[in-house]
């Protein structure tokens, strides 16, 4: 059974900065491409950011791309979502997911969350004005 937790969710004001972590346990994490989904409250489940199984391929929303960077680390078995000129359209719960298909066996879109099998429990960040 495969689980990720999600830490590093916070209060933080505009113009600052977080950095989100996803450690994941029970399958062969770096099999997988690896992605980050937001939800404010009220509003749907958005595509945040994705990176490729070997780290070499990298996504982002429009909303995000400049402001946020996404890593991995194979070996920690970890994912990494640095979060900089924060705004307050950012609040919401961060989730961690991972994507179906070992290695990208399976084309499906990489923005849509049914895209996805397991996610974590999520992770709140608040950006104040």
């Known amino acids: 059974q495969v689980q990720l937790a999600e830490s590093g969710g916070d209060v933080v004001q505009a113009g600052g900065s977080l950095r989100l972590s996803c450690v994941a346990s029970?399958?062969?994490?770096?099999?997988?491409?690896m992605g980050w989904f937001r939800q404010a409250p009220g509003k749907e489940r958005e595509f945040v950011a994705a990176?490729?199984?070997?780290?070499?391929?990298?996504h982002y929303s429009e909303s995000v791309q400049g402001r946020f960077t996404i890593s991995r680390d194979n070996a920690k078995r970890t994912v990494t979502l640095q979060m900089n000129s924060l705004k307050p359209e950012d609040t919401g719960v961060y989730y961690c997911?991972?994507?179906?298909?070992?290695?990208?066996?399976?084309?499906?879109?990489?923005?849509?969350?049914?895209?996805?099998?397991?996610w974590g429990q999520g992770t709140q960040v608040t950006v104040s004005s």
């Open positions: 029970g399958d062969t994490f770096s099999d997988y491409t």
């Open positions: 990176i490729m199984w070997s780290g070499g391929v990298l």
């Open positions: 997911t991972r994507k179906r298909g070992k290695r990208g066996s399976v084309p499906i879109p990489t923005a849509d969350p049914t895209s996805y099998d397991y």
